[in-house]
């Protein structure tokens, strides 16, 4: 299947994701709030087009279960991801004017560009393929940190939001949707998209822990 290809093909970007400092410091309780406030903006962005693109792609597809899938996936983004970011917002008092404040970083700006281009130029398997990693690596993650969890409240509840049934749900069905538009002719070119994709999601972690921005040094 398509999914065990990828994986195999990823192990090396996601181990790193699992053990970047990001991850480290979020779970032992020393990550700053500030970075992890800045991570939640950031992530705010991302989240943004990561649901326009379910919605392009299913725009593009002639396929009804899979035009289905990628509309309830992004209603379910909405009404449970982003919806917990905006506790978490309130939590950190994130306001408008922060936002306001915080453009896009360079790291998630190529990001989203990626998956939009990944759209443009292998469809709705394309986008698919993109999309797959952030579903996929949260969840792992989520999983992974579950078994110890963290001393500061928020970053347990963060912890939690990936470790949920719904969650590992929506997940499980992105993983078939995938095997589904996967063809022995289009593989190739959506693993490329994924591997991408899963070197994107290492990168966040250090976007975040790095608070990037677009200064010339």
Excluded at 56 to 78: F, G, H, K, M, T
Excluded at 155 to 180: C, G, K, P, R, V
Excluded at 182 to 199: D, G, H, R, V, Y
Aim: proline letters at 5%.
């Amino acid at each position: 299947m398509f999914t065990d290809q990828a994986h195999t093909a990823t192990q090396k970007s996601w181990a790193a994701s699992k053990h970047h400092p990001f991850i480290q410091q979020l779970q032992a309780g020393t990550l700053p709030l500030a970075t992890f406030r800045y991570y939640l903006i950031q992530d705010h962005y991302y989240l943004q087009e990561f649901a326009k693109v379910h919605d392009l792609a299913a725009d593009q597809s002639q396929q009804p279960q899979v035009i289905a899938q990628l509309r309830a996936n992004a209603a379910q983004l909405r009404a449970g991801e982003m919806a917990v970011r905006q506790g978490f917002f309130q939590e950190l008092a994130i306001t408008d004017d922060d936002l306001a404040a915080t453009p896009m970083a360079p790291s998630a700006y190529a990001y989203t560009s990626h998956l939009y281009r990944a759209l443009m130029t292998a469809g709705s398997a394309g986008a698919i393929a993109g999309l797959l990693p952030c579903y996929w690596l949260y969840a792992e993650i989520g999983a992974m940190l579950a078994q110890v969890g963290s001393p500061v409240p928020i970053y347990q509840a963060w912890i939690d939001s990936y470790n949920a049934d719904d969650y590992t749900d929506e997940m499980t069905d992105q993983l078939a949707l995938a095997n589904l538009v996967a063809t022995p002719q289009n593989t190739p070119e959506l693993l490329t998209i994924f591997k991408k994709s899963s070197w994107y999601e290492l990168n966040f972690w250090q976007m975040a822990l790095d608070h990037e921005d677009w200064s010339v040094n």
